[in-house]
């Protein structure tokens, strides 16, 4: 039987009534951008993260490039990132202007290291960029040390990682900004592109409406160059229906990876594969993805012998950023970043959806363990 990576349409299908009912309510008031309904989801996703505000936006990559052009971020600064994240992470620092430095991943988490970030950083360093991969937050704590001694701005990135927390703490709110995606395969998904700033100080998200707006203060007043970052009603209205069931979604998510151990353990695998493993610190880790790393040279054979068998996986990501073609000009070269690299050619995400069965991951980790029999 197929396993998907993830398929969209058991949610859907279990708000179909209520999400088509706003949709048609919507389309009758004609009122597309902005207005009340984002306003809804602002509050309710500032709330949602621990948060002072919230600014909707139109994508999880605008979202990174309205909190960087908020700070005045630009040509001839330096902003720290990991090397290990969505193109868009670092895509956003040099769309700005700004020159992205690359930082290694700690192994267990395959979050930035704070420990690879003291020594980048240098009289241009303007912000740090930590992104919480897969669902689990980085180490916050020494980078918000690092950064208050240097005076340095925090944009977590935090796309993939809505409702995580970090020693209690939801991300998005831990640092100066936090940057969600609504992109559909997200834990929360509209139904097109669509992404949400969220801010320690409320302050900053009058900033951030402004800038989403073309930075006009008020009608045709514009007080800076902003541009069009505005998040349509029909997606928010969609994701405050979503919302409401957040929390069971990362429920399942939770208990189809502590199944996925279990079923693990008793394959005997542990020589061959290491499974995600949880922080030292304590989390809340929403596995928005669940990957494992394939050790001696095998991930991609056993990534064929998956897809022979239907079985969805996929790798993120196969190549570090700092060795990307489009970012050669900065220099980056093999063994700058060894623990990214590594962990490039051995991860293998598996199918953690929520709606996906107990029947699903046994069919996994069958397929999986005949790979190594
Ligand atoms: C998805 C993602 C983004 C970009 O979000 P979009 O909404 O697709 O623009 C940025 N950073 C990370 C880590 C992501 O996973």
Redesign the pocket.
């Known amino acids: 039987m197929a396993v998907p990576l993830l398929d969209l349409r058991p949610q859907y299908h279990a708000l179909k009534n209520e999400i088509l009912a706003e949709v048609a309510e919507l389309c009758e008031s004609q009122r597309f951008i902005l207005g009340p309904k984002v306003e809804k989801l602002e509050e309710e996703i500032s709330d949602y993260c621990q948060a002072a505000g919230a600014c909707g936006v139109t994508?999880?990559?605008?979202a990174?490039i309205i909190a960087l052009m908020a700070e005045g971020i630009g040509r001839g600064d330096e902003v720290i990132t990991t090397t290990f994240?969505?193109f868009?992470?670092v895509g956003a620092i040099s769309r700005v202007g700004a020159t992205p430095v690359f930082a290694d991943i700690d192994p267990k988490t395959f979050n930035i290291d704070p420990k690879s970030i003291e020594a980048k950083i240098t009289p241009r360093t303007k912000a740090i960029i930590p992104?919480h991969?897969f669902g689990q937050a980085a180490d916050m704590d020494p980078i918000m040390a690092l950064a208050e001694k240097h005076n340095l701005i925090v944009i977590e990135?935090a796309?993939?990682a809505i409702g995580a927390e970090y020693k209690g703490k939801r991300v998005g709110a831990i640092g100066d900004y936090g940057c969600f995606?609504?992109?559909p395969s997200?834990n929360l998904g509209c139904f097109g592109?669509g992404?949400i700033v969220t801010v320690k100080d409320a302050e900053k998200a009058k900033l951030l409406k402004i800038f989403r707006n073309h930075g006009q203060s008020e009608t045709y007043i514009h007080r800076y160059i902003g541009g069009n970052f505005r998040l349509d009603a029909l997606q928010a209205a969609i994701l405050s229906i979503k919302l409401r069931h957040l929390d069971d979604w990362t429920k399942a998510r939770q208990s189809n990876a502590a199944e996925y151990e279990t079923l693990f353990a008793q394959a005997g695998l542990e020589s061959v594969l290491t499974l995600p493993s949880k922080a030292d610190y304590e989390v809340r880790h929403i596995y928005n993805q669940y990957s494992i790393l394939v050790h001696d040279g095998k991930r991609d054979a056993l990534k064929a012998h998956l897809a022979a068998k239907n079985i969805g996986c996929a790798i993120y990501y196969p190549l570090p950023l700092h060795l990307q073609e489009c970012f050669q000009s900065l220099g980056g070269k093999p063994g700058d970043c060894p623990v990214a690299e590594k962990v490039a050619n051995e991860i293998l995400a598996l199918p953690i959806y929520p709606e996906a069965t107990a029947e699903n991951r046994r069919e996994v980790v069958a397929a999986i363990q005949e790979f190594f029999a």
């Open positions: 994508s999880g990559s605008d990174l994240t969505f868009a992470t992104v991969l990135d796309c993939q995606s609504f992109f997200k592109d992404g």
